[in-house]
């Protein structure tokens, strides 16, 4: 029988399972773009929990020096890992992430590491809009770990803690002032605070006024909190971090990753519902019943919602 190019392009829950590489870069760019047997891929998939480790702070602090020696840390424990690198979009060509390229080299013929740039497309703060869809393939594609690398800027940062079991928070020594201004939010997410570019002069110092004033910042038992400090370009920290980000595996409670699957529920949900709605459509239906004067926005919108509800439940 002759293949069609639906046929060609679709992915199969079994063969992904295998985990091959080529199979599992097909199947993230087909879920990115919603090609053609997407939607029957995930919904074929076999839920697998895998731990997911964001690594997070603001530009230029090291996430990637870091990201780079931990991969280091995993496969020389033989851990096969998954590593997702969410750039903004707009700096997609720029000379960072040609740097991230080059440094993360070493591992692309790595059968043990798997590496991807996705750009984030300004939505969901600094997070790909697949980005839930993208770990599932990942997860069921047989990896052991997760890690993505997001940029932190403003209050984006804040999405990776609706999506990693644990968050590692990047700053250097000069990030004192910039505290003061971040967004709340920021130090709430960290389950790991690292202190890179330890080699520059007042990291002690800064290290000891975050862990004091860490009780202020953040609503987790601060006792569970873990400070490292890192020279990434040196290496330096970075097996103490490993084992920081293992132990915290190794205690993930089951609250919070059931908080977390209510997170990417909601999230679906929320995406299915707005799916049918087509923005030219509703131009046209506003049109009808803004004529109408008795006409009211809010009891628009809620009859549109009620009713895609409603087709959503038959
Ligand atoms: N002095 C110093 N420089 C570092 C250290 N870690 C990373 N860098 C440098 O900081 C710059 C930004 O690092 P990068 O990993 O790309 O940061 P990212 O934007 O957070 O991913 C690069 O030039 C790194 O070589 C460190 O521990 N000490
Ligand atoms: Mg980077």
């Not at 969410?86 to 790595?110: E, K, V």
């Not at 993930?252 to 529920?265: C, I």
Request: charged share 25%; with cysteine.
């Amino acid at each position: 029988m002759p293949v069609t190019p639906d046929q060609k392009l679709s992915i199969k829950a079994e063969v992904l399972k295998n985990g091959d590489f080529h199979v599992v870069a097909r199947a993230i760019s087909l879920v990115e773009n919603s090609g053609p047997g997407a939607e029957e891929l995930l919904k074929s998939l076999q839920h697998t929990h895998v731990p997911l480790i964001g690594i997070t702070g603001p530009p230029g602090v090291g996430k990637s020096t870091i990201t780079d020696a931990l991969i280091k840390q995993f496969t020389g424990d033989g851990k096969k890992l998954a590593v997702l690198c969410i750039d903004p979009s707009s700096s997609f060509h720029s000379g960072a992430i040609l740097g991230d390229r080059i440094r993360m080299n070493r591992w692309y013929n790595n059968p043990l590491v798997f590496i991807r740039s996705l750009a984030s497309r300004g939505t969901m703060g600094g997070l790909n809009p697949r980005i839930f869809q993208i770990t599932d393939l990942l997860a069921h594609a047989g990896f052991d770990y997760i890690l993505i690398e997001t940029v932190g800027v403003g209050q984006t940062e804040v999405d990776i803690s609706r999506l990693a079991d644990q968050v590692v928070l990047v700053l250097v020594p000069e990030s004192g002032d910039d505290i003061q201004t971040m967004k709340s939010g920021i130090m709430e997410i960290g389950d790991i605070f690292v202190v890179n570019k330890s080699d520059r002069p007042g990291a002690d110092q800064f290290l000891t006024s975050l862990k004091s004033s860490i009780h202020y910042q953040t609503t987790k038992q601060t006792d569970e909190i873990k400070f490292i400090q890192t020279i990434a370009t040196e290496e330096k920290g970075i097996a103490e971090l490993y084992k920081a980000v293992m132990e915290i595996t190794n205690k993930v409670s089951p609250g919070r990753s059931l908080k977390l699957l209510t997170q990417k529920a909601w999230q679906l949900i929320s995406s299915y519902r707005m799916r049918d709605l087509d923005n030219n459509k509703l131009y046209h239906s506003l049109e009808q019943a803004a004529k109408d004067p008795d006409f009211n926005i809010y009891r628009f919108a809620k009859s549109v919602a009620e009713e895609s509800g409603l087709q959503k439940s038959q």
